[in-house]
């Protein structure tokens, strides 16, 4: 299961240059980010190699960060209309709360998406056919 981490902050100039650098200092790679304003705050939502998960939440509380962390997972979905909804409604009926969702990249007609929910581990046992 991959980690997400969510990073609330102010929209000051450099503040991903911040991010990225304390990642990059600890030799962490950035498997997709992705960051957006929202009045006077941004937003940063990022994930790394299972194997740096705890290494990226430890630089990034160090560099003055306070992150949120969820469990999540990727899939991999046709890249067609209706894909998407197909695997939202599943989770809808199973009564799952989707938290966040991200097209990580889309590719030879496949799209790879990112997704954190409210129970994990149900996620996981629904989506188990679309699991990477």
Do not use: Q, W
């Amino acid at each position: 299961m991959m980690k997400e981490f969510t990073i609330i902050c102010e929209n000051e100039v450099g503040v991903l240059s911040r991010i990225t650098d304390t990642l990059k200092e600890k030799n962490i790679n950035i498997t997709d980010i992705t960051s957006h304003v929202v009045g006077d705050k941004g937003i940063v939502t990022l994930s790394v190699a299972d194997k740096d998960d705890y290494g990226a939440l430890k630089a990034l509380r160090k560099a003055g960060f306070t992150p949120l962390v969820e469990d999540g997972v990727v899939i991999k979905i046709k890249d067609k209309p209706g894909a998407l909804a197909a695997v939202a409604r599943k989770l809808k009926e199973a009564k799952i709360d989707i938290k966040t969702t991200h097209i990580v990249i889309r590719e030879k007609n496949h799209a790879f998406v990112a997704l954190t929910a409210s129970n994990p581990k149900k996620m996981r046992k629904i989506l188990k056919d679309y699991l990477i």
